[in-house]
């Protein structure tokens, strides 16, 4: 994954929304940790996820699994563009079941014990990705490379 700073925003709001939802529903396609996401960045309604997953068999997992970017099924075309957008299949399965090994390195190990359909939990991790992914990028950036932005913008 190219990290970007929308990925990053993004699973901050999606985080935010599942906080504050009343709604939140982990057996629900629309109203789940990835349909949270999904809704961000597709900016289709719960029912809109839901009725496309519903087309075919499955939770998030398996229809990332059997998805097929040329399949014509209104979910594969949903998936290709969270993939567009920037996360991996597996990233996708991953945040399902908050299982990210790369996520949960962040969170203290005696903390790591995440129920997927928690929402408290759901929003830790979600959090817990972004200031991963935000520390990563910060870390990439040289002043130097800002230096050049800056004189190729007031050129």
Known sequence: MSIRPE???????????????????WGHMGLCNCGFLAQEITKLTKEEIHRRAM????DWTEQLNDYCP???????????ELIDFGFTREELQHLEKLSNPEV???IPPSER?????????VVRYLNTWAQALEDQLLASIKISDLNIIKQEITA
Do not use: C, V
């Open 7 to 25: 990925l990053i925003q993004t699973l901050r709001s999606a985080a935010r929304k599942i906080n504050q939802s009343t709604t939140y529903q």
């Open 70 to 80: 040329t399949s014509g099924f209104p979910m594969d075309d949903l998936i290709t």
């Open 113 to 121: 014990n995440l129920k997927h359909n928690t929402k408290k939990d």
């Open 55 to 58: 087309e075919r068999h499955g």
């Open 104 to 106: 949960l390195k962040w």
